[in-house]
C-alpha cells in the first residue's frame, strides 16, 4: 500500500499536468456547452458575417483587404464550414494557446516545474478566459504566433518569419510589441542581430507588401485619431480603448498572482531579459494609453503569469523544508481554482440562446431584400452576422443614415409622425423590418401604438409604407 | 468535423514537411509538444501566406 501510494506520489507532476489541461479544457468549452454560439463574446456574429461574405467573393479585387480573410479562406477553401472556422477551429487555437505557453515557459527556464506553475497561472487566470471569450479571434490567433515566434526565436530559426509575417497580416496590432522587443534585441544582442536584421526586414517586407492597403487605412487611423485614446471623442472611445477589461477589473481578477509578477520581475529580469522587455513594453503601451491599448493587456498578463511562475517556483524551492509553507502553496492554487472556476459557471452570454435562435431564424421569416433594423448596437453584430439582410443598427454599419440625435428621436419620441418621417429616409422601395431583443422591449411598448408597425412574432416587427 | 480533421492534418503535414526539409535539428532538439505546435504553426502560416498572395 505505502508502495502503492510512493508511486503515485512521484507521478505528482504528470497529474498535475493532466488535471490543468482537463480544467483548461473544460473552462474553454463551457460556455459553448452551456449556451452554443450565444456562449461567445461580441465579435462572433461580425466574424461569421466576414467569413461567409469574404469566401464568397473570393478573388474580387472590389473587397476591401482585410488579413484575417487569408486564414479563413484558407479553411473555407479545405471544405471547412463557416460555423466549423468560427467554433472548431476557434477552440483548436484556444486550447493550443495552453500547449504553446507550456512549452515556451520550459524552453527559456529550461524547468519542467516552472512551466508546471505558468501552466497553472495560464489556465486560471481569469484575464485569459475572459480574452477567449470575448471572441477576439484575430488578437487570439496572433497571441498564438506570438508564442510561437518566441519559441522560434529561442532557436533562431528562419521560420520566424512566417510567424511574424502571420502577426502582421491577421493582427497587426500584436506585432508592435514583439517587435519592439526585437529591435530593441537586434541593437543591444550582437550575437542575434543578423539573425533579427534578416528576420524582421523580410517578414516586415512581406506584410507590407501583400497587405498594403489594410496597413495603410490603420496608419491613417493612427493619425487620424491621434496614438492616444484621450485624444478621440468620447463616442469613439469605447472602441479606440480596445474593449477588453477595464484596468480594474483585471487587478481585481489577477491579485493573487500579480505581486508574484512583480517580484518574479524584479529578481530575474537579466535571466530572461526578453520577458522581462516584453512586460515592460507592453505596461508602457498600456499605461500611455496607446490606440487599442486595452489588447495589451492580454501580452501583459502573458509576461506576468511567466514572472509569477518563475518567483513562485524559485520562492517554493528555496522553502521546500517548511511544511507550512507546502499547505499555503496547495491552498494558493486550490483557491487559483475555485477563483477561475466561481467566475466561469457564473459567466452569462451577451444574449440568450433563445434570441440567438430568433435572429438565426430571421432569414426563413424576412424577405430577401428587406432592411432589417436593431435599434440596439449590442445585437448589431448577431444580427449582421446570423442573417443575411441588410442591417441598420445605431452607429454601425453601411446603411444607418441617421445621426445620434436622430436615433435618441426614434427611440423615445412619442409623436408617431416624427418617427415616420425619421423612417421614410429609408426609402419604401425595400421592406423594413425591426428586430427587438429582450432588452428593447420596452421599444415595443412605445411601437404598440403606431398603425403602421406591425408584431410578426415575438421579436419581429414589420414597417408598413 | 471531418473538413476540421482535414484543415487540421493538411497544416501538420505541411508543416512537418518544411520543418523535415529546412531545420531536420528539430528533429533532434525539440520535444514531441514542441515539434507538434511548430508543424502546425508553420502549416497554417503557408496557408495564410499562400492565400495572401493567391487572393
Known sequence: MKKNYKKIYKQWPLMATVFVCIFYIVSRVWMYIRFGMAGFGYDIGIYRHIVQGYFDRLGDSALPSFGFTSFSNALSFLGSHTDTILVLWYLCFGILLMAAFYVVVNLYTKHKMIALIGLVLFATSIAQFEFFWWYYYRNLIALFFVLLSLILLYYRSYFIILSLFVIGTIHPLSLIPLGLVLIISSIFDRQKRSFLLVSGSVSLVGIIGLNFQEIMSYVSLLFEKTAHVSGASRQQNAELTGQFIPLDFYIRSSFLYIIFAFFGLLFYWRLYKTWALFLVINTVLFIFGFLFYRRFLIYFDISALFFAAVFLYHFLYDSKDSILLKWTAIFFFALMFLQCGMHIVRKQPLISPRELGAIQAIDTQVPTSSYLMTINSHYAPWVQGFTTRDVIAPGMFEHDVWTYEEWQTFWYTEDISKRRALLEKYGNAKALYIFLGDRDMWFGDNIAYDPRISQVNNYIWQVSW | ?55
Request: glycine content about 8%; proline content about 0%; charged content about 5%.
Open chain 2, 1 to 55: 468535423m471531418a473538413s476540421f480533421m482535414v484543415g487540421i492534418s493538411v497544416s501538420c503535414i505541411l508543416g512537418m514537411l518544411l520543418l523535415f526539409a529546412c531545420e531536420r535539428r528539430f528533429l533532434h532538439l525539440a520535444s514531441f509538444v514542441e515539434f507538434a505546435i511548430m508543424s502546425f504553426g508553420i502549416g497554417v502560416s503557408v496557408l495564410i501566406l499562400l492565400f495572401a498572395i493567391l487572393f
